[in-house]
Nanobody, 126 residues
Framework: QVQLVESGGGLVQAGGSLRLSCTAS????????MGWFRQAPGKEHEFVAQ????????SYADSVKGRFTISRDNNKNTVSLQMISLKPDDTAVYYC???????????????????WGQGTQVTVSS
């Protein structure tokens, strides 16, 4: 499995921006499809975004489409999530995750992801 470490979370006012990063180690990063999930208090993990191995194809949850952008740098073994126009409903612990298998923008179930980071807290105040 690949090891993942997130960073970049914090407290921001509604309408603000944050950039989350996730650094991978242990395996060949470019072999993995990467995703971001989030979990708000008392709720299930929610798919946020995913990106294919080359970084050329992405997909997003409807709730973040147009506000969040996922990207990756296979030379630096990193995947990022740029978040703008943040809302209080975006408050959650954000996790990056890695999976093998075929790219399918419909594969958003967390059960498909075998490696997870420890999470980083994002809090959006109103």
């Amino acid at each position: 499995q690949v090891q993942l470490v997130e960073s970049g979370g914090g407290l921001v006012q509604a309408g603000g921006s944050l950039r989350l990063s996730c650094t991978a180690s242990g395996r060949t990063f470019s072999n993995y499809i990467m995703g971001w999930f989030r979990q708000a208090p008392g709720k299930e993990h929610e798919f946020v975004a995913q990106i294919n191995r080359s970084g050329g194809v992405t997909s997003y949850a409807d709730s973040v489409k147009g506000r969040f952008t996922i990207s990756r740098d296979n030379n630096k073994n990193t995947v990022s999530l740029q978040m703008i126009s943040l809302k209080p409903d975006d408050t959650a612990v954000y996790y990056c995750a890695a999976r093998s298998g075929l790219w399918n923008r419909g594969t958003t179930d967390r059960k498909n992801y075998g490696s997870w980071g420890q999470g980083t807290q994002v809090t959006v105040s109103s």
